[in-house]
Nanobody, 123 residues
Framework: QLQLVESGGGLVEPGGSLKLSCAASGFTLDNYAIGWFRQAPGKGREEISCINYPDRTTKYADSVEGRFTISRDNAKNTVYLQMDSLMPAATAIYFC????????????????WGQGTQVTVSS
C-alpha cells in the first residue's frame, strides 16, 4: 500500500520551531515531487511548499517564505519541513502529498496523501 506518514507536530510557543517529517512506505519518493500543505481551523487546505525530483528545486508560499525550509533525504525516503519563527497563524493540520514528477505540485495533482499532523502555536 502506498503511504505517507507525517510526524513531528505538537505544541510550540510563538517564536519557536518544529521540524516535520514525511516518510514514505510502499514506494520510493524518487520521481515524485513532495509538497507540504496545511489546513487551519475553518479554512480550506492551502499549499505551503514543494520540493522537486531530481533537481530538488523548491517553492514556498508567501505566507511561509523565509521561515520554513523544505528538504528531502532520498536515502531515508523522507521529506522534511523545518518551521522557524512560528506564530499562532501557523496553527493547522499539516499534510504532505506526493505528485508524479510530470505534474504540477498543486493540490489536484496529489496522488498520495499523508494523514496529517497537528501543529499548535500558542503560549
Amino acid at each position: 500500500q502506498l503511504q505517507l506518514v507525517e510526524s513531528g507536530g505538537g505544541l510550540v510557543e510563538p517564536g519557536g520551531s518544529l521540524k516535520l517529517s514525511c516518510a514514505a512506505s510502499g514506494f520510493t519518493l524518487d520521481n515524485y515531487a513532495i509538497g507540504w500543505f496545511r489546513q487551519a481551523p475553518g479554512k480550506g487546505r492551502e499549499e505551503i511548499s514543494c520540493i522537486n525530483y531530481p533537481d530538488r528545486t523548491t517553492k514556498y508560499a508567501d505566507s511561509v517564505e523565509g521561515r520554513f525550509t523544505i528538504s528531502r533525504d532520498n536515502a531515508k525516503n523522507t521529506v522534511y519541513l523545518q518551521m522557524d519563527s512560528l506564530m499562532p497563524a501557523a496553527t493547522a493540520i499539516y499534510f504532505c502529498g506526493a505528485v508524479w514528477m510530470a505534474l504540477a505540485c498543486v493540490i489536484p495533482s496529489v496522488v498520495v496523501w499523508g494523514q496529517g499532523t497537528q501543529v499548535t502555536v500558542s503560549s
